[in-house]
Nanobody, 115 residues
C-alpha cells in the first residue's frame, strides 16, 4: 500500500502564489509517475501536471507557464508551484501516484482563490 499526504493548500488572493506538497510513504517503487489533479465544484476531476521518476514533466496546456511541477525522489515528494493564481483555479487538488499497475490517491487539499 502507498499513502499520499498533501499539504500547502489554503486561501489566496488572485495573482498570488501557493506551493503544494505531496509526500508518499509505504511500499514505494522507484519506477513511478506522480501528478496533480484538481476538481472544482460541479466539475469533473482534471489533470494539472504529472512527473515521472526521471523528472520529465507534462502539463495541462491551459496551465503551462503558471504552474510548475517538481519532485524530490529522495523524499518521495512532489511539489506544485502555482503562480498568478486566478479564481478559476479554485478546486480541491489531489495527488496521484501510479506504480506497479496501481493508482493511489491522496485525500486532497483545498485551494481557494479570491477575486
Amino acid at each position: 500500500q502507498v499513502q499520499l499526504v498533501e499539504s500547502g493548500g489554503g486561501l489566496v488572493q488572485a495573482g498570488g502564489s501557493l506551493r503544494l506538497s505531496c509526500a508518499a510513504s509505504g511500499r514505494i517503487f522507484s519506477i513511478n509517475v506522480m501528478g496533480w489533479y484538481r476538481q472544482a465544484p460541479g466539475k469533473q476531476r482534471e489533470l494539472v501536471a504529472t512527473i515521472g521518476n526521471t523528472g520529465i514533466p507534462t502539463y495541462a496546456a491551459s496551465l503551462k507557464g503558471r504552474f510548475t511541477i517538481s519532485r524530490d525522489n529522495a523524499k518521495n515528494t512532489i511539489y506544485l508551484q502555482m503562480n498568478s493564481l486566478k479564481p478559476e483555479d479554485t478546486a480541491v487538488y489531489y495527488c496521484k501516484r501510479v506504480q506497479g499497475g496501481y493508482d493511489y490517491w491522496g485525500q486532497g487539499t483545498q485551494v481557494t482563490v479570491s477575486s
